[in-house]
């Protein structure tokens, strides 16, 4: 009995070994999934919480240099919410602004301010004050990165559009460098 179980041992654990070696080469399975996979997605480039950080960093800075203290809301390119920030002193309407012209800039690709005079100069627009979730206020910029909106940086109660449009502008025109790809 003991001689048959050493017999099927040994016939046994070179079949073992040979099983191991005969599997799909993985490089050629890895190359044929990422062909499929660059044909039919695309790259997507993300805002990291770290790059909302120092986004908000910089936007405080920009407000801090017109002597303002702002909320400040950042959204992500699929439209949630990554980092929102109330400033001292700053009322509470203006952190719900925030969000919603975050995500007005970010659904339009355009800065909150072009759209809010663009939509009260022309009759055929005027309605997009009327969306639910729009907030046509100047304040709310996009994120762009080669070539694709990926977020959404706003400033509220930096007293006026104006300012909140600059601060803005100012902090998202630092963005590139701090995205993770």
Do not use: C
């Not at 490089?27 to 790259?43: D, F």
């Amino acid at each position: 009995m003991l001689y048959k179980l050493q017999l099927l041992l040994i016939l046994f654990i070179p079949m073992l070994a040979l099983a191991q070696n005969t599997r799909p080469d993985s490089s050629k399975r890895k190359k044929s999934s990422n062909q499929v996979q660059s044909k039919y997605t695309a790259v997507a480039h993300q805002l990291t919480l770290e790059a909302a950080i120092e986004l908000t960093s910089r936007a405080r800075a920009a407000a801090s240099s017109l002597d303002k203290d702002v909320s400040i809301a950042i959204l992500d390119g699929s439209g949630q919410l990554v980092m929102l920030t109330k400033g001292n002193g700053v009322g509470p309407h203006n952190t719900e602004a925030a969000r919603r012209k975050a995500y007005t800039a970010l659904s339009t690709k355009t800065p909150t301010l072009m759209l809010a005079r663009s939509a009260r100069a022309n009759a055929d627009t005027q309605n997009l004050a009327n969306l639910p979730e729009l907030l046509l206020l100047g304040g709310g910029y996009p994120i762009w990165h080669n070539g694709q909106v990926i977020g959404g940086i706003v400033v509220a109660g930096g007293g006026g559009p104006e300012n909140d449009h600059t601060i803005a502008k100012a902090a998202s025109t630092a963005a590139t460098a701090l995205l993770i790809p």
